[in-house]
């Protein structure tokens, strides 16, 4: 059982930067970042596989968001810069059980309880 906890949201101006944590209770094999805005579905963000070789962005952050993991810390973070309205929502992380990155939420077995953040315009 792995036990994760995001922290680093926030309320920020438009092309602002913010820098999210994800904690992790133990060694994590690959990670995802997801969000969820109000009356909508949960989706992909950002993944990295297990040793950080590989990531992968969903189009609408890719250039402006970076993943990376720092296994020494049992930490994975998500770096948001230029932010955008449409990219306020509550901010899970979540982990796999296997190497291999991936975009489906239903690949990932734990997950966080989220952070907020909130872009005003």
């Known amino acids: 059982q792995v036990q994760l906890v995001e922290s680093g949201g926030g309320l920020v101006q438009a092309g602002d930067s913010l820098r999210l944590s994800c904690a992790a209770s133990?060694?994590?094999?690959?990670m995802g970042w997801f969000r969820q805005a109000p009356g909508k579905e949960r989706e992909f963000v950002a993944a990295?596989?297990?040793?950080?070789?590989?990531?992968y962005y969903a189009d609408s952050v890719k250039g402006r968001f970076t993943i990376s993991r720092d296994d020494a810390k049992n930490t994975v973070y998500l770096q948001m810069n230029s932010l955008k309205p449409e990219d306020t929502a509550v901010y899970y992380c979540?982990?796999?059980?296997?190497?291999?990155?991936?975009?489906?939420?239903?690949?990932?077995?734990?997950w966080g309880q989220g952070t907020q953040v909130t872009v005003s315009s």
């Open positions: 990295v596989d297990w040793n950080g070789t590989r990531t």
């Open positions: 979540a982990a796999r059980i296997v190497l291999g990155l991936s975009r489906n939420k239903n690949d990932y077995i734990y």
């Open positions: 133990g060694r994590t094999f690959a």
